[in-house]
């Protein structure tokens, strides 16, 4: 707000689901603030709003414990070199967003230098790793969070946290327009789409592509009218799942459109997605929209995660309302039959699509609080500006 206090920030996020959640909230802090010098690491839409980038949001674009500790030299010397520009320019605050495994022991160290920390999205204390909580407490002022069940888990444990909602539940309508999406598509209204989403890192690109194709060819065989739509994270993106797509040899006949970018209209668009767990197993059930969830890992990384696990379920969707409401496929299950076999079963039946729009609206409206502007707030507060 014209006039307001000078706030400095340090940011930090590790993806692309990183980088559209800080920009939320630096574009909120802005109408806050009456001037904002805001830096770190992040991608192109937090610098659309301000921030003065270090490093590219890619340097951070690692998953999985074997591939991190392949890389682990260079992040090493990309957190000295952040902590040691972070303590230089003492800004009134650090924001963490996301990317637990390299923020938080830059947290603690920048913290322990009386430089006040705000951790946005809390790991998922509740599904595993239980432990990080002692680290949690030591590296954060404040944990923001995006989904309810969170503040008791916190309460207990003596960490200051607040429930903010989640910033996707705000910009996904309540009531999706399907109509409009396909009319921005180019898609018809008398055919069923289906969405296939199978993630953006590498990993998940390496394991889950090549089930999510054969799965379109399934469906294909059995019911050549479907038409499907893969939604690229990127250009770069876009021209390696072009290159796989043409490998794979599918039927010519299949309708399969890859676009670049535009994960929100085909979501709005589609009839059910098939779709990597994580964030996007969200975006669907805000959408309202069936699907099929596969998690697929190197052996090595599954069999660790598995061993830290403690819920039944891995999607956020069965997570978030306690029971298991979509399918899910894990590792050795992922396998195209048995997925397009559900999500044709999900297509044929309608009592079951009428059961999860109103459940999913239920927990969209649980989670649309008004996050960002909320995260602006308490991210000003701790900073005390």
Request: aromatic letters at 6%; one cysteine or more.
């Amino acid at each position: 707000m014209a006039g307001g206090p000078v706030l400095s920030l340090a940011a930090v996020a590790g993806e692309k689901s990183g980088d559209l959640l800080g920009a939320s909230v630096l574009a909120a802090l802005g109408r806050h603030a009456g001037a904002m010098h805001s830096a770190g690491i992040g991608g192109p839409a937090m610098a659309d709003v301000g921030l003065e980038r270090w490093w590219d949001i890619s340097a951070l674009s690692v998953s999985g414990y074997v591939e991190v500790l392949r890389e682990y030299p260079r992040l090493h010397r990309m957190r000295e070199d952040l902590v040691a520009r972070v303590r230089a320019w003492r800004p009134d605050c650090f924001l963490g967003i996301d990317a637990p495994d390299f923020n938080l022991a830059i947290e603690a160290r920048l913290r322990r230098d009386s430089i006040p920390v705000v951790h946005f999205i809390s790991p998922s204390v509740w599904a595993w790793r239980r432990g990080r909580l002692g680290q949690i407490r030591d590296a954060v002022d404040h944990m923001l969070l995006v989904f309810p069940h969170e503040q008791e888990i916190y309460r207990e444990a003596g960490i200051p946290a607040t429930f903010v909602g989640h910033p996707m539940a705000d910009v996904i309508p309540l009531t999706p327009d399907p109509q409009r999406a396909r009319a921005e598509l180019g898609l018809k209204d008398d055919v069923a789409v289906l969405a296939l989403l199978p993630g953006s890192r590498p990993s998940e690109l390496k394991y889950l592509l090549g089930p999510f194709l054969a799965t379109a060819a399934w469906i294909h065989e059995r019911r050549p009218e479907c038409e499907f739509v893969l939604p690229a994270a990127s250009t770069a993106h876009y021209d390696r799942i072009v290159a796989r797509v043409r490998a794979a040899r599918l039927p010519e006949s299949l309708r399969l459109r890859v676009t670049s970018g535009g994960s929100h209209t085909v979501l709005e668009a589609c009839d059910a997605a098939l779709v990597a767990s994580g964030t996007a197993t969200l975006e669907a059930a805000l959408f309202k929209k069936p699907m099929v969830i596969a998690y697929r890992l190197a052996r090595s990384n599954y069999q660790i995660m598995r061993r830290m696990a403690y819920l039944p379920h891995i999607g956020l969707p069965n997570i978030l309302c306690a029971q298991a409401v979509v399918p899910e496929f894990i590792q050795t299950a992922v396998e195209p039959a048995a997925m397009g076999a559900a999500l044709l079963a999900q297509l044929d039946d309608d009592a079951l699509r009428r059961r999860l729009v109103e459940r999913f609206t239920l927990l969209h409206e649980q989670l649309r609080r008004g996050c960002a502007e909320r995260a602006a707030e308490l991210i000003m507060e701790v900073a005390d500006v």
